[in-house]
C-alpha cells in the first residue's frame, strides 16, 4: 500500500512522543500490506472499524484514533485525521 500524508504521522508523534512506536509499526505493516479487500485488512487490525468510506484504526491501546480512506484498487491509504481518543469522542473528526 501506498500512504499519502506520512508527514501527519510524524507531526502527530512529534507532539505525542508515545504515540510513534505504534505509528511507526503501523505505517511498516500497512506499506507492505497488498489488501484487496476490508476483510483482508480487518484480519491484520481486527480492532479497526469501518464508518462510511472511513477506517478508524485504534493505536496506543485506543488512545489515539488514525482515520483513514483505504483504496484497495489503487493499493493507496489517505490519512484523514490523528486525533486523541477524547477528541474523536468529542467529534472532532467530522471536521
Request: proline share 2%.
Amino acid at each position: 500500500m501506498r500512504i499519502v500524508k506520512r508527514a501527519a504521522l510524524v507531526r502527530f508523534w512529534s507532539q505525542h512522543p508515545d504515540a510513534k512506536g505504534n505509528l511507526g509499526a503501523w505505517y511498516g505493516v500497512v506499506r507492505k500490506a497488498k489488501w484487496t479487500t476490508p476483510i483482508e485488512m480487518k484480519q491484520v487490525y481486527a480492532n479497526a472499524d469501518l464508518v462510511g468510506r472511513r477506517t478508524v484504526f485504534n493505536m496506543a491501546g485506543n488512545k489515539y484514533r488514525l482515520i483513514a480512506r483505504v483504496n484497495y484498487v489503487s493499493q493507496t491509504v489517505f490519512v484523514l485525521h490523528m486525533l486523541r481518543h477524547s477528541d474523536y469522542d468529542e467529534g472532532a473528526r467530522k471536521s
